[in-house]
């Protein structure tokens, strides 16, 4: 088979979360450079509205809605309209996700030190929004009998990482069995759910902790390839998990760190 028949999403109808930055814009940029339709989502209004028009200049089929995944209910009817409008909806990017600040490798970050407001708030975002995501998501997909969901967890949910918060740590572990469940229940309807585990990539996570050059040096060791990655090195992961090429490929948990894990 040929490239373009094995990595076609032209037509497909996307819904990425945190789309505004970051690997959410990575995904929604390749998926629109190949031709599907892309709804990109973010409670930033601002960046959202310069992304998507950053996009659609180049001709690309994109729309925005303003969406704060923690408003589940909001969250589930950005997902219900974009279905409703198209008639369909082929693959969903359950990305945005919040740092928990520094983890048990500086005092900041160790167990004493973790307020309970901020933990619940990042297992609310982190994983009780991730939840939603592909139950909304699934709704439609099981009708249709095909679909693609695809969360954006971390290497900090398959070993322990003493660069991230605690509760970090913990939700990206929960939302990789999530994954795993899920593709259970929904393999009878020809639904994949696939987890992408990413090391460290230079975005605006954590306010900007990774324009600090001290942080970015910590992070740069734990990975053998000695440096982080930049957001356009999740498009081919992103790509191949969305697109036909992966159509046996369900309940996975697939890092993406430069050989941090292995
Ligand atoms: N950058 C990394 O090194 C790294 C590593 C592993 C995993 N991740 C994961 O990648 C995902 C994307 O993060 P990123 O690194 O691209 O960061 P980023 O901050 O550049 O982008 C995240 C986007 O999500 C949006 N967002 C935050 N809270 C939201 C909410 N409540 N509702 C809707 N949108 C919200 C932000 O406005 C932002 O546009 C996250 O789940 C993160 O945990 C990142």
Known sequence: MKIDKLFDVRGHVVFVTGAASGLGFGMAEVMADNGA????????????????????????AVEEAVVDVAD?????????????????????????????????????GQMNAVSLDDWN???????TSIF??????????????????VITSSIAGVGSE??????????????????RQASQELAAYNVMVN?????????????????????????????????LAEVDEIKGLALLLASPASSFITG???PIDGGATA
């Open 37 to 60: 339709t892309v709804m990109m989502t973010d409670v930033d209004a601002d960046g959202l509205a310069k992304a998507a028009a950053s996009l659609r200049e180049r001709g690309l």
């Open 72 to 108: 589940l209910p909001a969250l589930t009817a950005a997902i219900d309209d974009t279905a409703a409008r198209h008639g369909r909806l082929d693959v969903a990017f359950a990305n945005a996700g919040i740092s928990a600040g520094p983890g048990y490798g500086t005092e900041k």
């Open 121 to 127: 708030r990042v297992v609310h975002i982190n994983l």
């Open 132 to 149: 939603e995501t592909i139950r909304a998501a699934a709704a439609h997909m099981k009708r249709q009998k095909s679909g693609r969901i």
């Open 162 to 179: 003493h660069m991230v918060g605690y509760a970090y740590a913990a939700t990206k572990a929960a939302v990789n069995n999530l994954v």
């Open 195 to 227: 987890s992408i585990a990413p090391g460290p990539f230079r975005t605006n996570i954590g306010n900007g902790r990774l324009n600090d050059p001290e942080v970015v040096k910590q992070f740069a060791e734990i990975v053998p390839l000695g440096r």
């Open 252 to 254: 996975t948990v697939i």
